[in-house]
């Protein structure tokens, strides 16, 4: 998302005449985009903002903080880091230009938080790569009790179906062949009568376009003609997201998930059955306030029962605002213990189903180079893979695994498709 939001930001800049500077020695403004999802994100930018005082103190600069951590702290920041000129939340990023142009002849300081539904509408990268993001919607309404979201980028809002099939179609005329529909629930996405299965089946249309993939699914309000359409469309790849959280119905309820264990399991079962190849990765929080040792090994038996390709594992972060804040956190030593626990037994799941990759040819789209004189890309189900040959960014080719090294796949290549 925050990946998509800096194109965002670049694409307006470069409609108003700015250029992209090569390096910040060279640059006149430095913009920081900012993530507040964990304390983790939120300290690093901090601490990396407060590295560019003197960068801002040599001749005229002016040094910009947006995002979600500029929405939630504008007045900390304005306070302890005084030497940043302009912080925008958001959606305000459509003002930047201006915005700049204001700093450099008053010398003035702005902040700009406002929450007013912007969806960012005819607004395309010009020169995107051949893997791009494109936002179906913004903000959300889900209200889990651990996420900051909804405080800082609003409640959920869709884009017109119209403008989004406008963008894909200009990303692949300007080469794109991977392209990821992204919002923090696709599942919820409504547009008039246009919902996330409709608007799947729409895009999937456009000629052209080579893979398309969705981020994030919430497993509440995940469809199962979703499936349908993924399992129907030849261009859809057969990758799913979605975020357990935990592996405990009690801990789920606390967390305001609005699903249960059974749910989840049932999903899965679902897609495996209609698509035995599919890939499906994960979220999941470990320590979450009051997670007894049991509730955990809950969680700890979900995943070696579900084996998931992969999981994005991090420790409880308490963040200010949610109703989790107001619950006593449990230990960091318990907390730490767990997570390591967890990323001991999902790294021994995701080698072991890597390794059975090896003697199997697949799909790749290569995105760029690798060290040495190889290339990296990705598999339909979004897998990283190396392939010891120096190739285009755009190619699509047949690899054989012949090799794992990590939890990476390193191939030969076999055919040009």
Not at 59 to 80: N, P, Q, T, W
Not at 139 to 166: F, L, Q, T
Not at 173 to 180: F, L, N, P, S
Not at 198 to 227: C, M, N, W
Request: proline share 4%.
């Amino acid at each position: 998302m925050n990946k998509n939001d800096s194109s965002i930001i670049e694409t307006i800049l470069e409609d108003q005449g700015f250029e992209r500077a090569d390096s910040e020695d060279t640059a006149d403004i430095y913009i920081i985009n900012t993530c507040t999802v964990r304390a983790h994100a939120e300290n690093r930018a901090l601490a990396y903002v407060s590295g560019l005082r003197q960068w801002r103190q040599k001749g005229k600069r002016v040094l910009a903080m947006v995002g979600c951590l500029a929405e939630e702290k504008a007045d900390e920041i304005s306070r302890k880091l005084s030497f940043v000129d302009i912080i925008l939340g958001p959606d305000s990023y459509r003002q930047i230009g201006a915005h700049i142009m204001q700093v450099i002849e008053r010398e003035t300081k702005i902040v700009d938080r406002k929450l007013d539904g912007e969806t960012y509408c005819g607004v395309f990268p010009k020169t995107p790569q051949v893997a791009s993001f494109v936002s179906i919607m913004r903000g959300c309404s889900n209200y889990c009790s651990y996420c900051i979201v909804p405080y800082v980028r609003g409640k959920a809002r869709s884009r017109p179906p119209e403008d989004i099939g406008r963008e894909i179609e200009h990303l692949v005329q300007c080469g794109v062949k991977d392209i990821t529909l992204l919002g923090q629930n696709v599942n919820e996405y409504c547009y008039e009568s246009t919902d996330f299965v409709h608007l799947l089946e729409k895009v999937s249309s456009i000629t052209g376009l080579l893979r398309l993939r969705f981020l994030t699914s919430h497993p509440k309000d995940f469809a199962k003609k979703t499936v349908d359409v993924v399992k129907a469309q030849s261009n859809i790849c057969e990758w799913f997201h979605l975020p357990l959280q935990s592996g405990n119905d009690r801990i789920l309820q606390l967390m305001n998930r609005k699903y249960t264990v059974s749910d989840y399991r049932s999903l899965i079962d679902h897609i495996r059955r209609e698509i035995p190849e599919a890939r499906i990765t994960t979220d999941v929080i470990v320590g979450f306030p009051s997670e007894a040792e049991e509730e955990f090994q809950n969680t700890v038996s979900f995943f070696k029962e579900t084996r998931f390709d992969d999981a994005y594992m991090y420790r409880y972060s308490t963040r200010t605002g949610t109703s989790a804040s107001r619950l006593k956190p449990l230990d960091e030593p318990v907390i730490k213990r767990r997570l390591s626990e967890l990323i001991s037994i999902q790294n021994t799941i995701t080698r072991e189903r890597t390794e059975a990759m090896m003697g199997k040819q697949y799909e790749i789209l290569i995105e760029g180079p690798a060290r040495g004189n190889a290339s990296r890309g990705k598999t339909r189900g979004n897998k990283d893979v190396v392939v010891e040959q120096r190739l285009a960014p755009g190619t699509v080719v047949n690899v054989l695994i012949r090799q794992v090294k990590g939890h990476t796949p390193i191939g030969e290549l076999a055919t040009t498709v």
